[in-house]
Structures are given as C-alpha cells and as structure tokens.
C-alpha cells in the first residue's frame, strides 16, 4: 500500500511538472479527439483511428505528448466475438473477459490503446438497436458482465464504460431520444453496471446522448460530480459521445458552441470528441484550474496506457485469429428455446438436411454490427458448417432467419420486431412441408416470434456469433455442445409489450384471465413468450428441497436426463411489503453447475445486505420485515422461500 502510495505521488508530481509548462492553447489540444481526417489541421490530443502499427508509429514519431489512440473494439478487433448481448446469454462473465482480454490484445498489437467499450447500459426495450451491445435488462447480470470486460480489456488496453448514464432507457425505444426516469430508479436499474466498472478499476467512462430528466448526460452535473467522482471517487476521464458536446445546441441548453463547451467541462466532460468546441474555451469562460483538472485525468491515463514510456507499437506480424476462443465463447452463447419431442440434438448420419434462409449463407451478417477490423470472408456460416441437401431431397430443415447485421446496432431503432420482410412467409411455408423445421434465429435484439413458437418444432436464438458462427451453431445441433444459455432479456409475444421486464413494479390489478378489468392485454396472453432467465438444455433439471437458514438461501439441483449438462441457478428475491411499491422480484445471484446423469448438488447462496436495500430519500435503506426468495432456472419459476430482516 505504502509503495502504491509512492507511485501516485510520483505520477501526479509527472503530471503537474507536465502540466506547468503547457499554455492554454496546448492544454486544449489535449482534451480534444478527432478523427485521421481531421488531424492535423485540427490539433488533438486523442485520436480516432482503427490503428496500424506502422501507421499508428509514424502519426506518434515527435510527439512531445503521444497521442491516446482511441477505437471501437466492441466485440472483438480481428476476431469478432459474439455481440455483448450474446455473451451474456452465456451468464459467464469469464468467458466476458476471455473476449474483451482477445480483443485488447488484438487492438494494442495494431497500435490502439483504449477501446471505446463496454457499454453497460440497461436496456428493457427491444426496439432499441443498441440493446445488442449491451448485457440486457438486468442490473445483477448487467454489473458482473461490465466488471469482466474492464478487467479483460485493461490487461493491455484502456476501456470505456458508457453511455453513461440511462441511454438504454430512450422513449420508445428510438435511438438518441429523451430520458425521464425517478432518481430510484437511475440509482436501481441504470447506475448499478457502471459503479460496477469503476470499482473494476475502469480507466475512462463515456457520456451518453441523450436528455436525462431535462438535462442533457454531457452537461449533467448531478451524473459527472455529484455521483461519478465525488460518490464513486472516479478518477479517470470522461469523454463525450460523437459531437455530443456541440449537440447540447440541439438539446436548446446553449446557444452556441462556446456555451455548449462551458456547460460540458463545468459538468465533467474532459475530452470532446470530434466536433472541437473545446478549441473555443481560449476565449475564456472556464477558469483555468477547471481545464487544468481535466487535463491532469487525461494525462493520468496515458501514463497509465504507458504512452509516455512506449509511445510506439512493436511492428510485428498481425496475430493469428482466435478462433478457439470465439468458437468457445459463441457455443456457451447459443439458447435452446424450444425442442420438442428432442427433435434436437440431430443425428450425424442417417439423416439429410437441408439448410435455407437469407442468412444461411450471409458471411458479413455473422459478424454483427461494430464488427471493428473483422472481415467477413474469415467468418464460418451455417451453411459452411453444417453437412447440407437440396430443399426438395432433406428430411430435415434448418432454417436461419432474423435480422442482418445493419438491423441492429447504433441508430437502427426498429416500431417492428417481428421476423423481417417475409421471413414468417418462407417459415410458414417450410412448416408446409411437413417436415421437421428448426429454427435458428439471429439477431441483435428479442424478436417477435410468437407464430414460430407455436407451429416449429425447435427453436435456437443465436444472435450474432461472430467469426465462429457457424461451427459454433453446428456444434450444438448436433450435440458436441449441450446448450446451457439463458436469456439476459425477455422475450415479448409482440411488439405492443414492449417495454417488458421481468423486474417490474406490481400493480394494484396484478393480471388475471377471468377478470376484464386486471392489468393486461386483450389480444395477448398474460406474461411474455420466453422470460428472462429462461433457456433449455438437452438434458432436464430438476430443483428440489429448498432452505433457508438466516441469510443463506440453498436448494438441491439434480441432473434427471441421461446426458451431462450445466445449469445456470438463479435467485431471486422480493419485498412484498415496504415503504415503496418494489419489484415483483429481483436477481440477486447466480451460479453455474456442472451435472452428470442423475447427479445431485446443493446450490448454497449467501444474501447480503446490500440485496435487500432500494433507494429511498436518505440513501440506500433495507427496511426491517419479512422477504420472499426463489431459486429455480428462471426469473418465472422457481423453488420459493422466506426469510426476516429484523
């Protein structure tokens, strides 16, 4: 601890010797980001650029300050990974940091420092594009996963936790639109990921688009100060979003760029990235110890990136790809959401199949939006991968339909997730034939498939599984991998659910068939097509004789098929009666349990005081009473408990 102490000393005394002798207008060029393009008529202190060693040297050579190289390494570099929202399907956040530690490793190799990743923001509703990068609807899930990726991409890269903070939460569902949320629910749903990757030791953190309850993220002082540094004690910097600083000209808080770059770096925002209004602040308007905070946190973190020792990039050969680690991290990110009569796992022999659909064969859509430097002639699709006749001579269709890899992602908002185009035609058509149909779906986001989870038979949602896909879809359904994936989000019947969440407040008319006037839908049934947590295996689990003994919560979980299998135990637990309304129920832990046939283990979970508190007017409480608690496989079902908070 002593010596830890000594090397900040010794930092911040580098850092203001650095500082002493830089005038205003060299410290603004440090607090700038701009793209190739720009540089260097515009001058900046941070770049950014997909890298290139060599390339990336000759931009650095003669630089008194290195520039900190900045790209969106979100799934992967060279080797694309499946999308974030994939991943945590796997509810593995080793296999989180395995793919962000292969990505970092990657990028830093091609001269790229920080990665513009991971985003950790909340997402409950599905037409949101950006619901693919991220770990879902839940704050426990959401939290460990954020956690894994800083701790994976900062063993050679910075990372950046964004955005920062609630864009998930945009009305409905459309990209870059406002936010009105209760501070208890900021604090609840939407904070809990990124507190997470500052306590993970995250270097930088990226402010989101977005209005927050009136005003704009990159001029919020309540999220930058109050929460972030002097709550949190944050002590990286924080970065606008593309133009976001000009943007709050848009947002009508400032009337010009000049006002925009006040309000952004007396908020918090230390770098501006691309539109240069920070350049304005040589006309005054910010005491200059304000620029000079800002600027000591960027040049902490390029110390802390070993800029300043090693500003140039060893010329070596690109590294192969990995794909041992993408085919492993994309099997353990595939759910099995229907399968029946064990149509699945296929024979491998004895049977022809045919493989059809618009992305059975579509290289660049295996890869998924923000697929960085991947190229989609080194993915493996399904049609590769998997031994293949003719339509008209199979016993067997696998079907690979959902969304392209441009559907999803940044500024890809959809009012429709139903199957796209006429994909529910060809399905129709394909069950027409009467024989067995699986449906694979992909996709970066939920989708509407309440016709499908009626009439086919098996269904497996693959998302987007990057440079590996194909193997790694094959592997399951011929059961070289037993699926154990659960889902990070719920599944509506239709998009007039949406937003749905298994986390909800209850109501004072919970929903009931044989009562009208209950809180449902006319032209649905009651709940969602496949809830959160929910995922099956070709093997069967069982959940039995659950105990509680003070704040430990146990259960036996036995294998009851005939094959191995891994099962991803979940709890959940609720307050029923408080000061506040308070979810029906919350997950508060889970483990992963690997069974042989007939193999029966104790599941033991450890409650903590912090899994029963909410926030309330004086803080963080957990009121004395009486609390439910679940342990089962999903977030709908479940062996149920009770234990007392006195």
Known sequence: MFAALLFAIAVDARIDQL????????????????????????????????????????????????????????????????????????????????????????????????TYAPMVDIARDARWGRIAEGAGE??????????????????????????????????????????????????????????????????????????????????????????????????????????????LINHGVAANKHEAAIKAITA??????????????????????????AVQRVLRMKLRAGLFDQPLTDEKPSPPLNRDAARRVAQQSIVLLKNENDLLPLPKSGKKIAVVGPLADSKKDMLGPWSAEGKGEEAVTPLEAIPHVPLADADIIVAILGESREMSGEAASRTSIDLPDDQEKLLESLIATGKPVILVVMSGRPLAISWAAEHVP??????????????????????DVNPSAKLPVTFPRSTGQVPIYYNHLPTGRPPNPEDKYTSKYLDVPIGPLYPFGFGLSYTKFDYSDIRVDGFKVSANVRNAGNRAGEEIVQMYIGDPVASVSRPVKELKGFQRVSLQPNETKRVTFTIKRHDLEFWSDRGWTAEPGEFKVWIGPSSATGLEGKFELR
Request: proline fraction near 5%; aromatic fraction near 8%; charge should be negative.
């Open 19 to 114: 500082l002493s002798k830089m005038t205003l207008e060299e410290k603004l060029v440090q607090l700038t980001e701009v793209t190739e393009e720009q540089l260097p008529s515009i001058p900046a202190g941070v770049l950014l650029s997909s890298g290139g060693a060599a390339h990336i040297n000759e931009i650095q050579r003669n630089r008194k300050i290195p520039l900190l190289v900045g790209y969106d390494v979100i799934h992967g570099y060279r080797t694309i990974f499946p999308i974030p929202l994939a991943i945590a399907s796997s509810w593995d956040p080793q296999l989180a940091e395995l793919s962000a530690r292969v990505a970092g490793q990657e990028a830093r190799a091609a001269g790229v420092r920080w």
């Open 268 to 293: 918090g925002v230390d770098v501006d990235m691309w539109d240069n209004s920070y350049a304005t602040l040589r006309d005054g308007g910010v005491p200059e110890p304000v620029i000079d905070r």
């Open 458 to 479: 098996a269904i497996v949602q693959a998302w987007f599984l990057g440079t590996e896909s194909g193997n790694a879809i094959a592997d399951v359904l011929f059961g």
């Open 138 to 247: 839940d704050p426990v899930l959401g939290s460990a996963m954020a956690a894994a990726y800083v701790r994976g991409f900062q063993t050679s890269i910075l990372a950046c936790a964004k955005h920062y903070a609630a864009y998930g939460a945009a009305e409905a569902g459309r990209d870059y639109n406002t936010v009105e949320t209760s501070e208890r629910t900021l604090r609840e749903v939407y904070l809990p990921p990124f507190h997470a990757a500052v306590d993970a030791g995250v270097a930088t953190l990226m402010s989101a688009f977005e209005s927050l309850n009136g005003v704009p993220a990159t001029a919020n002082r309540h999220l930058l100060d109050d929460i972030l540094r002097r709550e949190w004690k944050f002590k990286g910097f924080v970065v606008s979003d593309w133009d976001a600083v000009a943007e």
